[in-house]
């Protein structure tokens, strides 16, 4: 018997989730940060480099005419995601190929590297996601994204603590000179993965794409219903991300300088996260049938919050109060779910490539800014504190106290939502 159209959709959307996570996690985020720092990136320019991947995904707001230009969602996302597959192989030629005496020029061209990728990528998401909501009825939003999710977590929880362990390992037995090699190794194997992800997408339908029947891309007709709930529900978004954005470096310094956290007891604390992170995301995934959107996207956002307690409990001689706040980090697992489904609930039957890029994109680059201005922040204070171990760690304090703050008042703004009822009715049992 032939397999449904759906089946095709969520195997292809599957394969692509678990290779695209495997290797944005061997070329992202602490592996990055790590590199950097070996390369001698301190204060704005580790803000730089730490930030670029949020501040770059601005160019999605640029989705809506060249979606026109290119012909459609699908063929949008094979552009984009390609130009970025292309400039990621720059990052292991600059850990393999660097010399000694070269470091500064190594940290501006890893800089650029990553600005090209990430403008790259901003706009490939935002096609991506548009494609796929185009693609599956609204009422199995909640539970396609959700399932989605899990899966990616799974494959996180897995592969970065692999190379992490490798990372440590061959770290420990070379020359200075050689500092780059396994960084490099670890770059190629996540590029591998990341070119293999493209490959499932060629099995997705794109009879559903308007470009394809010769028709413009869908425009908005008119605004959301309450345009009050939507304006809330991005401005959750953004506060979120800039309370997230300030503490980027100073959580990546504070592990990494002050904590000596290596980075395989770093994936571990990650993968405490994960596992939270399933439970919230399951959880989640439930809402269109038992309660709204709003739910589990406050209490998601408010048990995240939590986490930065602990880590101003953190001390090098009690660093083991990470792992709550790891754990308490799970909450970012119904937050994933639940805000992009809950802003498509509020945006109705209309185009969503605006609303997305509002939501994710912008996001993204207040995240960048706030992480440079952090990162400019941490410098400046620490740049006071030379020399008083104390003072030190109150700058660390400090920081984290101001997202604290940002973190709760993200999680009141969602309260200002009160329906979600713009125009899909997004239960299950209204799909027959």
């Excluded at 397999?3 to 678990?18: G, H």
């Excluded at 990430?118 to 959700?146: E, S």
Aim: charged content about 10%.
């Amino acid at each position: 018997m032939a397999r449904t159209s759906d089946e095709v959709i969520w195997q292809a959307v599957l394969w692509n989730s678990l290779l695209w996570t495997a290797g944005n996690a061997l070329t992202s985020g602490a592996f990055i940060g790590y590199f950097a720092q070996e390369l001698g990136a301190t204060g704005l320019m580790l803000g730089a480099i730490s930030s670029v991947p949020e501040l770059m995904g601005i160019t999605g707001i640029a989705a809506r005419p060249l979606l026109n230009k290119l012909g459609g969602y699908a063929r949008f996302w094979w552009v984009f995601s390609t130009i970025s597959r292309v400039a990621l192989l720059a990052i292991p030629a600059i850990a393999w190929f660097t010399p000694v005496d070269q470091h500064v020029a190594a940290r501006y061209g890893l800089l650029v590297s990553l600005a090209l990728v990430h403008f790259a990528q901003g706009l490939a998401a935002v096609g991506y996601y548009a494609w796929l909501a185009d693609l599956t009825p609204p009422a199995r939003w909640g539970r396609f994204f959700a399932g989605r999710n899990a899966a990616v977590l799974l494959v996180q929880m897995v592969v970065p603590v692999i190379g992490g362990l490798l990372r440590d390992r061959w770290r420990a037995t070379l020359p200075p000179e050689a500092v780059g090699l396994p960084y490099g190794v670890v770059f190629a194997v996540g590029w591998c993965l990341l070119t293999a992800s493209m490959i499932p997408m060629l099995r997705l339908p794109v009879r559903r794409d308007p470009a394809e029947h010769g028709e413009p891309v869908p425009s908005p007709s008119k605004p959301p219903a309450d345009l009050w709930q939507l304006r809330a529900i991005l401005a959750h978004s953004w506060c979120l991300a800039a309370a997230n954005g300030v503490t980027q470096v100073a959580f990546l310094k504070y592990q990494f300088s002050h904590l000596k956290i290596e980075l395989t007891t770093y994936y571990l604390l990650v993968d405490l996260m994960l596992l939270a992170q399933l439970v919230t995301t399951a959880w989640a995934g439930l809402a269109p049938s038992r309660f709204s959107h709003r739910r589990p996207l406050f209490w998601g956002c408010l048990l995240a919050a939590q986490a930065l307690p602990f880590w101003m409990l953190a001390t090098p001689e009690t660093w083991w109060w990470l792992i709550p706040a790891y754990l308490c980090w799970g909450g970012f697992g119904a937050v994933n779910v639940a805000g992009p489904n809950l802003l498509l609930s509020l945006v109705g039957p209309h185009d969503t490539t605006t609303p997305l890029a509002l939501f994710r994109q912008v996001a993204g680059a207040i995240a960048g800014i706030f992480g440079l201005l952090g990162g400019w922040w941490l410098s400046t204070l620490l740049e006071r504190a030379v020399g008083d171990s104390s003072a030190t760690r109150n700058v660390y304090l400090l920081i984290f106290a101001a997202s604290y703050l940002g973190r709760l008042l993200a999680a009141g703004l969602v309260l200002r939502i009160l329906t979600e009822s713009s125009g899909y009715n997004t239960s299950p049992t209204t799909n027959h």
